[in-house]
């Protein structure tokens, strides 16, 4: 999912040139994560929320045995193509947004905001609204847009770190490299 990285927070656009040209700095690839309603945009804040409910609701659960067998690697509390890892597959399915988030992580060599290194951009999305029922591979021919990066934002990064420290500690017993 590559997006060009926006100089300024700008709700609308008139076109695509006027977001990847006047208004872009860089470009960034984010791939991964969870799309947030139907318009394809993936948003850090919004991921962080549900990243820290599941594994709040992890980490409370395993304080019983019941919690802990039902959330273990492969119990089909949940269904994903990680099971089998021997990693609770909760842990598995939060990381996956965590991944995502990690790139959205503003570099030192970004033009316009290189100066703020380690700080996290805030979203990612279409240029303009696509409409519901969209289907990605429909940007840029039926919907006639492009993929754009919000600048970074003080509450993205400490979502993250918030995020990333929780799973951190969770993580410590099957992935100390991970964690």
């Known amino acids: 999912d590559t997006a060009t990285v926006q100089t300024q927070w700008q709700n609308e656009y008139a076109s695509i040139d006027e977001a ?9 690839t984010a791939n991964g994560g969870w799309y947030d309603a139907g318009d394809h945009g993936k948003y850090v804040v919004n991921g962080g929320i549900s990243i820290w409910t599941l594994q709040n ?25 990680e099971a089998g890892d021997k990693v609770p597959d909760i842990l598995n399915e939060t990381a996956y947004e965590l991944d995502f988030i990690k790139e959205m992580r503003v570099d030192s060599s970004e033009p316009t905001w290189g100066k703020y ?3 996290y951009y ?10 519901l029922a969209t289907r990605p591979d429909g940007y840029e021919t039926e919907w006639k847009t492009t ?5 970074p934002t003080f509450t993205a990064t400490l979502n993250y770190a918030a995020c990333a420290g929780q799973a951190a500690r969770l993580w410590a017993p099957y992935d100390k490299a991970k964690a």
Do not use: C, N
């Not at 993929?147 to 600048?151: A, F, L, N, T």
């Open 20 to 28: 990847t040209g006047k208004y872009g700095s860089s470009k960034i």
């Open 57 to 81: 609701m992890y980490e409370r659960a395993i304080q019983t045995e019941e919690g802990v067998a039902k959330f273990a690697d492969g119990a089909d509390t949940m269904v994903i193509p």
């Open 117 to 119: 290194e380690g700080l």
């Open 122 to 131: 805030h979203k990612l999305h279409d240029h303009k609204w696509t409409g």
């Open 147 to 151: 993929r754009i990066v919000k600048p």
